[in-house]
């Protein structure tokens, strides 16, 4: 039952994390490539819709001036900027990149008021933590959870939850909205990607995997260890 529990949580603020993304760029003028909730192969598709096999995640495309040079590169068209994210002010960019961690803080403070900001701040250093030690300290992140879902109802998981999967997106890392707007910042909201920070990005991008990789074997060590205990 607390594996249900977990997982339905899990879900449930990954549909809403994606989804206020998505609502939040198409409402601010940004044209929506793709909406993906999961990560692997598609097993339903709706428009820009993609429902994948793993519901680990997901992810939203947004058209971008970058995405439309290269397509101009090959028809030898002038890229179109209207819709795109990057041609956005960059307050625009920065809302859109943040809204759906920030809706995850709202939801935390709203179903944990007296903890839910407490525990965002938190999830910061237990993400980083635990992705340091997937076999010691994420196990213990993880026990915390699963005692979590034995003992307490169905509202204090999604806000416990909630707070950390939008610490976990905050971190300053390429693939994650953190580092998404700390590259937007960075080049001050223009659709031009200086060398430098394009190598920065590309250098980011290896901790990333190995932060990903790292909590992945933490949750499948986890599981083997709960399931034989």
Avoid: C
């Amino acid at each position: 039952m607390p594996f249900v529990v977990l997982g339905l949580a899990s879900v449930l603020l990954v549909v809403v994390h994606i989804s206020v993304m998505a609502i939040a760029g198409h409402l601010l003028g940004v044209v929506v490539r793709e909406v993906s909730y999961g990560v692997g192969p598609v097993v339903l598709a709706r428009g820009p819709v993609r429902v994948r096999a793993l519901p680990l995640g997901g992810s939203v495309l947004f058209k971008t001036v970058r995405d439309e040079a290269g397509k101009a590169s090959d028809t030898a068209a002038p890229p179109d900027p209207a819709g795109a994210l990057d041609h956005r002010p960059l307050a625009v960019q920065l809302l859109v990149m943040l809204a759906g961690s920030l809706a995850l803080i709202a939801l935390a403070v709203a179903l944990r008021p007296a903890e839910g900001l407490g525990s965002v701040a938190r999830g910061f250093a237990q993400a980083a933590a635990g992705a340091l030690g997937p076999l010691s300290t994420a196990q213990r992140l993880l026990d915390a959870a699963f005692a979590l879902a034995m003992t307490q109802g169905f509202v204090a998981v999604v806000g416990v939850l909630a707070a950390k999967i939008a610490a976990l997106n905050l971190l300053p890392l390429p693939m994650l909205n953190g580092g998404q707007a700390l590259l937007a910042l960075l080049r001050g909201g223009r659709s031009a990607l200086p060398r430098w920070q394009d190598v920065l990005h590309k250098v980011l991008i290896l901790p990333s995997l190995a932060f990903g990789l790292s909590w992945m074997v933490a949750g499948a060590y986890f599981l083997v260890r709960t399931l034989r205990g």
